[in-house]
């Protein structure tokens, strides 16, 4: 079965960066769409960087210029770059990926509705 597997997560002060994986197994990232979502308790989990199967990138606009989604795929992994952080970025961050092909990440790459495979989640905590 499909698994995705996130670490990277840890605590920062604002400012600085971190990088999130998400090692996939029994999937082909260049087939599918993929993404970054996260959520704090109480809310709803907010998609914040999606890749097509053909590379293309969708961002949230509350991290646009400061995250950076990309993939190793030969080595099926998504990574997630956090630069200047703040604590508004103080999450749970999840990997999420499609199960039918996706080769464009269309406009509704960072909706949850989209995505079937998700891992577990690792945490992200920013202070100021």
């Known amino acids: 079965q499909v698994q995705l597997v996130e670490s990277g997560g840890g605590s920062v002060q604002a400012g600085g960066s971190l990088r999130l994986s998400c090692v996939t197994s029994?999937?082909?990232?260049?087939?599918?769409?993929m993404a970054w979502f996260r959520q704090v308790p109480g809310k709803e989990r907010e998609g914040v960087a999606a890749?097509?199967?053909?590379?293309?990138?969708r961002y949230a606009d509350t991290v646009k210029g400061r995250f950076t989604i990309s993939r190793d795929n030969a080595a099926n992994t998504l990574y997630l770059q956090m630069n200047s952080l703040n604590p508004e970025d103080t999450s749970t961050y999840y990997c999420?990926?499609?199960?039918?092909?996706?080769?464009?990440?269309?406009?509704?790459?960072?909706?949850?509705?989209?995505?079937?495979?998700w891992g577990q989640g690792t945490q992200v905590a920013v202070s100021s």
């Open positions: 999420a990926g499609t199960r039918g092909h996706c080769p464009v990440a269309g406009s509704d790459a960072l909706e949850k509705y989209i995505y079937d495979y």
């Open positions: 890749v097509g199967g053909a590379g293309d990138t």
């Open positions: 029994r999937y082909t990232i260049t087939r599918h769409c």
